[in-house]
């Protein structure tokens, strides 16, 4: 699959560039608001075509896929153009800023016949793979799941992250990953309760902190921010144990993670080697392309992340809990 990069954003240079580079696919083009940004970053890389402007690469007849690493705000409407052009389309999270929103994008390109998927990378790491067999496989009934993603943003950040006409904030940005595990190992939560905080007056959360409840009582703890150091992990509880993992979402390709569970009285530590999932999330999509399957990040998924993330907002906004339907 060749692919187009839409922008020079630092995810897409520091991480997914380079791991389609090492998987079977190839990148074809980047484009930029800036001509010259976009060639000094395809002289780097070897990309064949450089344009100025998003809609010149569109134009590419020579790919078949775009990646999306735009600012938040602005992934709804490239997705669109991008599936408008006949492209296949891997979106960086949050796809866009609603639920409502997110099955339209979904619902418009199924209707153009191309694939939608939301960078999840973290989802095709072995680690979560495995994380979620052992819960389902070994361990008892789950009743709490804590999930954790913050880092510290430098005071004086100028970031697309504290921006709101770009959807910035801090569960957009980290929080959907906290969501997103306590999906994997609880399913959809029937009430929320959330609480934000915009610390540095710039129109968007830079800190929350969830609780989601589920139909038997049993509840998720889920947290996001840009104020405090790097914390990122789940600690799932279950009737006779527990499990944790460590890093948990932004996996470095050269870092090994470690899974941890314990069940009745016996502790189990499986250690897993370097993998690059940006890699193993490209392989995934392209090959839910070329056999017209769909991707294991899908519609459903995306979507009920986005309800919980809306509701948390309306619980924050409105000081009381949310019921989903
Ligand atoms: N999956 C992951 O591991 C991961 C990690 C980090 C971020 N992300 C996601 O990736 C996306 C990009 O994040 P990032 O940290 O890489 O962002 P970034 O470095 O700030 O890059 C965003 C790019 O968007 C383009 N752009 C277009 N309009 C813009 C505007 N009004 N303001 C700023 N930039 C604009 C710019 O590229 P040009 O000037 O070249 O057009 C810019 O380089 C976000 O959706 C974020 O949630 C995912």
Redesign the pocket.
Known sequence: MRFGI???????????IPGIDKSDHEVGA?????GA??QT?ADRFDIPAAYEG?EALLDDEDLDAVY????????AEWIRRAADAGLHVL????LTASAAETAAVFDYCKERGVTLME????RFHPVTERAVEVVSSELGEVRNVTSTFTFRMPDEAE???L?P??DGGSI??VG?YAVSAARLFLGDPDRVYGVTNDRRDCGVDTEMAGILEYADGATARVQSGFETPLTQYYRVETTDGWLTAEPT??ISPDTAVELTYGVDDRQVTERFDPTDH?TLEVEHFADCVERGETPRVDRTESVAIMEVIDAIYESASEGGPVALD
């Open positions: 839409l922008s020079t954003a630092d995810i897409g240079t520091g991480s997914v980047i484009a930029s608001r800036d940004r976009a970053v998003y999306v690493p735009l600012p938040n705000g602005l992934h979106c960086e999270k949050p960078g999840f990378m973290y970031d697309i992250r921006d006409a770009l957009m940005d959907c979402f932004d940006y």
